[in-house]
């Protein structure tokens, strides 16, 4: 059912967007002008009628949007869908100890872990890669992003 003072907003709605009064609306789309006047006022619901017409004379409005409010007006108009947001799973970090294990099957599941928690930023993200020359070996390196993400290497 319609309700008819939500529908006699999104009519407005379309008149502003068209840059219309209701006389020159009512020409347009071949209603009486008295007609028009009583859908504003709420003296009178939409006809199917007045409906399709207004469906057929400006392709901007789907029925849905007109009828129901539900959609968008232009439907042109891009509207994202719902984005969903998946809880991360938690990944235990590897201990001291199982860093310098030699065992090299936990290595392997360890670096595996690791990788499953590594989040790449855009690259456009990346400010500094300057090469960084020790003498000893470098065993792990720890990036901390703004967004409290972070990513794991280990060598």
Partial sequence: M???????????????YYSLTASSFADKISVQRSS??????????????FIMKL????????????LNGKGSFPKDVFTPAPTIIQPEKKVEQPTKEDLF?????EKNDLLEANKATQISPPENQIRNQNTIQT?????????????????????
């Fill in 2 to 16: 319609v309700n008819i003072e939500d529908f006699i907003k999104r009519l407005e709605t379309v008149l502003e």
């Fill in 36 to 49: 028009m006047s009583h859908l504003l006022s709420g003296r009178n619901k939409p006809s199917l009628d």
């Fill in 55 to 66: 469906a057929e004379e400006f392709p901007d409005v789907t029925l849905e949007w007109i």
């Fill in 101 to 105: 294990s030699n065992k090299s099957e």
């Fill in 135 to 155: 003498e000893s070996e470098i065993e792990r390196i720890v990036v901390f992003f703004k967004n409290g993400t972070f990513k794991n290497y280990i060598h």
